[in-house]
């Protein structure tokens, strides 16, 4: 069973410091997503990473996919309070048995971070 | 126009009730999908539509019942429902299923919240 795991789950962070999440996966997968949820609001997409290398900016967010290493980035640059949110990654994969063509997303269990003046 | 719309925003069923939750799109996108989101919790797939055909089934309680009459509407009827079914029903769209060598970004909807009492 894919496995998806991030860290922290909990990032308190002040206004314009720099930090990354992390999300490392368990399964071979080339395609990895990442989502940003506003408390009671559904998800909104911010990154599509398709490949090994991939690297993705929008903003002050920037994503990374090493599937080699079966890891993914999110940098946060220089904070500001409208990035308070929590933010998903999401693993596309096949399950393991079956033989299904098939494939879904499996997410983390998600990291709230909250910016501070 | 890249919206997928979800009715209704809120529900309160009993247990002994039948009701409908019901997603729309109209970006002309060929797979549909049902997640369950419970507090704090990454979201949990539950159904996906593929050319309105069911492709994926997670094991999903007969109790929710999938239902895609058309390649814009996707239904989930609920029946004899039980108070651990509360949680957001978020229903996704993506151009074609994701996977193989596509990129397809899922769009969601706003969500229907859902309690049973």
């Known amino acids: 069973e894919l496995k998806v795991e991030q860290n922290p789950l909990f990032l308190s962070m002040q206004e314009g410091k720099n930090y990354t999440i992390y999300c490392n996966y368990s399964?071979?997968?080339?395609?990895l997503y990442w989502y940003r949820q506003d408390p009671g609001k559904s998800l909104e997409s911010l990154f599509v990473?398709?490949?090994?290398?991939a690297v993705k900016q929008e903003g002050r967010l920037m994503a990374s996919l090493d599937t080699k290493a079966r890891l993914s980035t999110l940098h946060i640059t220089a904070a500001v309070h409208d990035l308070s949110a929590t933010y998903f990654c999401?693993?596309?994969?096949?399950?393991?048995?079956?033989?299904?063509?098939?494939?879904?997303?499996?997410f983390g269990q998600g990291t709230i971070l909250t910016v501070h003046p | 126009d890249t919206e997928v719309t979800q009715t209704p925003k809120h529900l309160v069923m009993g247990m002994t009730n039948k009701k409908s939750l019901k997603c729309e799109q109209h970006?002309?996108?060929?797979?549909m999908y049902w997640y369950k989101q419970k507090a704090k919790k990454p979201p949990e797939l539950m159904f996906v539509?593929?050319?309105?055909?069911?492709?994926i089934n997670e094991s999903v309680p007969s109790r929710f019942s999938p239902e895609c009459p058309n390649s814009s509407l996707l239904n989930l009827h609920l029946h004899a429902l039980q108070p651990e079914d509360s949680a957001l029903y978020l229903c996704?769209?993506?151009?074609?299923?994701?996977?193989?060598?596509?990129?397809?970004?899922?769009?969601f909807g706003p969500g229907t919240r859902l309690t049973v009492t």
């Open positions: 996704a769209s993506s151009q074609d299923e994701i996977g193989g060598r596509s990129s397809y970004e899922q769009y």
């Open positions: 399964t071979t997968s080339d395609r």
């Open positions: 990473l398709l490949s090994n290398g």
């Open positions: 999401a693993v596309f994969a096949y399950p393991s048995a079956g033989g299904t063509s098939y494939g879904k997303l499996t």
């Open positions: 970006m002309g996108h060929r797979a």
């Open positions: 539509y593929s050319y309105e055909k069911l492709s």
